[in-house]
């Protein structure tokens, strides 16, 4: 494949933004070379600007489940804009993505849009600190809650691939009151609620963790924080950004049947938009302003042109449920890259949820971040390099989780598995 625009592209970005990009993720920096720049997106499919297509697995790094320019999402915005993009006022339409939003998630019974995950995660620790009227936060080594000062801690995804786990900026100050145990660890967080439960206003996890590649919660691991922050009167937080509308249409609770206190979201509800929301129990809700004291607020959270995206992209799932067929997919391109892999006597281990998931180049299961951190991400690079030339967009890190679409064919699929022999 020839990249030749890609590369001159790149090298007018670098010399606009930094690292020639606006989000670290998408910089190429664990697999080498030069990020791919696209013209447009279609289906599964990615065209590039040298006129190359690719089956994409990334899907935006989540949004994208039902595929690009959806016609039922290109209609709504089409619809959208000749209203108004925004007004920085109430309209219906924020009622309509809220109430899709409470009727999916079991736990959530009231929710406030934001414009991103990191806005949803930031809001929601400050509001278990307003609501409990305590400072600490309990979060886990790789798992990525955006970049919230008090959270970018080993902290997963561009940050574990930059090993940035203390970005500069961040404070001792701001980091003193964040707790930080190793995922699946129970007696890690059966030691730290022993120790100072009554101080932890929040625990905050990746309920199916995306961001050190894709790792799932043991049930006894979800149990025991469930149970303890009942008993310490703790928040329980579920960072459902990834996984919300993605693992399944409730989320990861639904997929699990768990009841977390608050719950945050982005990237499938907004349906490409900028759209992040977080949301729980009434009663925790309403301590956010301007009915309670927290304060939060955005300029276009809500805006008309995301809600529109998002509505189109929610009731669209929920009528067409593609999650089963997500899942047979899913499992049929891991076994299949699994037998490429066996083949060639290279040690592979995965993980999926849904429609999310991982494919590691690592000789042990994956169950936490001392685990991930030991994945081959030199064979990685090979593979991703090797896939990219012959078609196929996968994440460009191993610290990344894939996503499947409802756009796939199982003929995606057999040639992902084909490209990578
Ligand atoms: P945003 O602020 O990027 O919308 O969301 C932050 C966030 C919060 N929580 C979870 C579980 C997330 O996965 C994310 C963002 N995910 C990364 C991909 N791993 C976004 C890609 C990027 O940073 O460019």
């Known amino acids: 494949m020839s990249y030749e625009n890609s590369i001159k592209a ?46 994409d697995f990334v899907g935006s790094w989540g949004p994208m489940i039902l595929g690009h320019c959806h016609p039922a999402v290109v209609e709504a915005l089409q619809k959208a804009i000749h209203k108004g993009t925004s007004f920085g006022a109430p309209t219906v339409a ?9 009727d999916a998630m079991p736990s959530v019974e009231m929710v406030r849009l934001v414009n991103s995950g990191t806005e949803a995660t930031s809001s929601a620790i400050r509001l278990a600190r307003g609501y409990t009227g305590r400072d600490k936060i309990v979060k886990f080594a790789g798992c990525y809650h955006g970049h919230v000062d008090s959270l970018l801690v080993s902290a997963g995804s561009a940050a574990a691939t930059f090993s940035v786990p203390n970005s ?31 101080k932890i206003a929040g625990v905050i996890l990746e309920p199916v963790v995306g961001n050190m590649g894709c790792v799932l919660p043991t049930p006894e691991f979800r149990k025991t924080l469930r149970d303890l922050t009942h008993k310490y009167g703790t928040v329980l937080i579920y960072d459902e950004v990834m996984t919300g509308f993605r693992v399944s249409y409730g989320g990861a609770q639904a997929y699990f049947g768990d009841d977390p206190d608050l719950t945050t979201m982005g990237k499938v509800i907004g349906g490409g938009l900028p759209v992040g929301a977080y949301g729980g129990k009434k009663e925790i809700m309403k301590c956010v302003i301007p009915s309670g004291p927290v304060f939060q607020a955005g300029t276009l959270s809500g805006n008309p042109l995301a809600t529109a995206a998002g509505i189109a992209t ?5 009528k067409e449920n593609p999650y089963p067929r997500l899942e047979q997919l899913g499992q049929r391109l891991l076994d299949g890259l699994t037998a490429v892999f066996k083949e060639k006597g290279i040690a592979t281990q995965y993980a999926r949820a849904g429609a999310m998931m991982t494919f590691f180049f690592n000789d042990a299961p994956v169950t936490d971040w001392t685990h991930a951190a030991k994945s081959d991400t030199k064979q990685f690079a090979r593979y991703f390099h090797q896939m990219l030339d012959r078609g196929v967009y996968m994440p460009c890190s191993q610290f990344e989780a894939f996503f499947l679409s409802a ?9 992902a598995i084909e490209a990578a022999k």
Do not use: W
């Open 314 to 318: 929610l009731s669209t799932l929920k």
């Open 10 to 55: 790149f090298e007018k970005a670098c010399s606009l933004m930094p690292g020639g990009v606006n989000s670290p993720a998408r910089a190429f920096g664990a697999v080498g070379g030069c990020p791919v720049f696209f013209e447009r997106g279609e289906g599964a499919y990615l065209y590039d600007i040298d006129g190359n297509k690719y089956i």
């Open 168 to 198: 500069p900026g961040v404070t001792a100050g701001t980091v003193q009151d964040t707790i930080i145990l190793q995922y699946n660890d129970v007696q890690g967080v059966e030691d730290a609620f022993k120790a100072q439960g009554d």
């Open 407 to 415: 756009a796939h064919t199982e003929a995606d699929i057999d040639a």
């Open 94 to 102: 924020e009622n309509e993505l809220c109430e899709l939003v409470i």
